[in-house]
């Protein structure tokens, strides 16, 4: 099994950035995806980015293409959410999963989650 802990959430005005970390233990990290995701009260869990550990393919939601940018360090088994330009509506809490043949945008198809991350953008 895959433990996963997302780490690097806060308080950020608009327009700042952070970064998330999601370090992964228990397994080898290669050969996973890894996936990020989002949700705000109320609202239904949304599908960010993802990256496939071996090589390197990445995935970008519209609502955030241009803005995040996902990497690996498979060295140090952690993946990391750059988030630029935030808005107050990137205000959620933030969950970093993994899966051997997921992808995508549809958190079904991952198997490990972490704990999550708490973000927030004021305006």
């Known amino acids: 099994d895959v433990h996963l802990v997302e780490s690097g959430g806060g308080l950020v005005q608009a327009g700042g950035s952070l970064t998330l970390s999601c370090a992964a233990s228990g397994s080898t990290f290669d050969g996973y995806a890894i996936g990020w995701f989002r949700q705000a009260p109320g609202k239904e869990r949304e599908g960010l980015s993802c990256?496939?550990?071996?090589?390197?393919?990445?995935f970008y939601a519209d609502s955030v293409k241009g803005r995040f940018t996902i990497s690996s360090d498979n060295a140090k088994n952690t993946v990391y959410l750059q988030m630029n330009k935030l808005k107050p509506e990137d205000t959620a809490v933030y969950y970093c999963a993994a899966d051997l043949s997921g992808w995508g945008p549809n958190g079904s198809l991952y198997d490990y989650w972490g704990q999550g991350t708490q973000v927030t953008v004021s305006s």
């Open positions: 990256i496939d550990t071996n090589d390197g393919s990445t």
